[in-house]
């Protein structure tokens, strides 16, 4: 599987549980939400606007996709959701690895860049500096339906993680 | 890192954090537990009587350990516990792979045989055939004294994982 086939897999709604271990207070946390991901052409209006911001030309794009998010609210509260639009850029001289460009969302209003790279086990790590931390991602399939992602946050400035999530992801199928 | 170092960094006292998804039941489970983790000498009569269970010389095994965990009590129930010798055997043509030999636990009552093969990015697979399930279990360092577990647990015989696990375990210090 070469990167471009790993976002291709990642396309379709997966069910997801998450599980949240706050390093420092010993504390768990879970939730649940539904993940579309959504592959979108290199010509879609979304994605050439986020080329133009970000100053690329659309053809170094490969497989571009917007994930739409939803998750279980945790009262009677609203369902908290997003949207973003992602670019996979190829490094053309390593294409087993290169820079992702996440579109701006309400909880993150900056554009992001984040750089990738999947290994000889077929495990994707991404890694994505924000204003105020740094989240490293390992994402891998156990089956073509079943994604699984830890996420390690760490605050800009220390040495220690802070938090890290635990996603298991299950592809709705027959929808 | 090599597998002998893994191990050998992997001695200590964790706190460890469990999550457990249970994926087809969309389930969750949380646990919190101790692990020591104590090195044992080649010569130690635990390590001597294992090897002459399985059949093979003390001379073969590298970094013998033993792993005694104790968890919190769910009510006011007494508390689960547990202790397992493990002793790993490199495969002498691949060093960063090998089989792992674990004594018989309340738990486990037969003496398992996991296989284990260091990545490149000094992941440490883990799987082990059990009379009922296959377990695979990926383990890695975040830092000397972080490290996590993902176990993905299958039922003998369906080729659908039933049970995804992520432990987050922090070295204890100062103890």
């Known amino acids: 599987m070469d990167a ?7 396309i379709g709604r ?4 998450r599980s949240g271990h706050h390093l420092a207070f ?11 991901i959504i592959a979108l052409a290199v010509d879609d209006p979304a994605v050439v606007d986020l080329c133009q911001l970000h100053g690329i030309e659309p053809a170094a794009v490969s497989q571009p996709f917007r994930v ?20 996979p850029i190829p490094d053309p001289n390593y294409p087993a690895q290169g820079k992702l460009l ?9 554009a992001t860049v984040s750089h990738y790279s999947l290994g000889d086990d077929e495990t994707l ?11 490293e991602e390992r ?8 994604r699984f992602r830890v996420s390690l946050v760490k ?7 802070t938090t890290a999530l635990f996603c298991s992801e299950i592809r709705a199928l027959g929808q």
Request: charged residues 25%; hydrophobic residues 30%.
């Open 102 to 110: 996440a579109s701006p969302t309400l909880t993150t209003p900056a």
């Open 125 to 135: 790590v991404l890694s994505t500096q924000y204003e105020g931390a740094v989240v």
């Open 14 to 17: 997966w069910r997801s549980q």
């Open 26 to 36: 010993n504390h768990f946390e879970e939730a649940r939400s539904t993940l579309d």
């Open 155 to 161: 605050d800009n400035g220390s040495t220690d993680l």
């Open 68 to 87: 739409d998010w939803e998750g279980e609210p945790d009262s009677k509260s609203r369902k908290p959701r997003g949207s973003s639009v992602l670019l």
């Open 4 to 10: 471009r086939q790993f976002f291709e897999l990642s």
């Open 139 to 146: 994402i891998w399939f156990a089956s073509p339906n079943l």
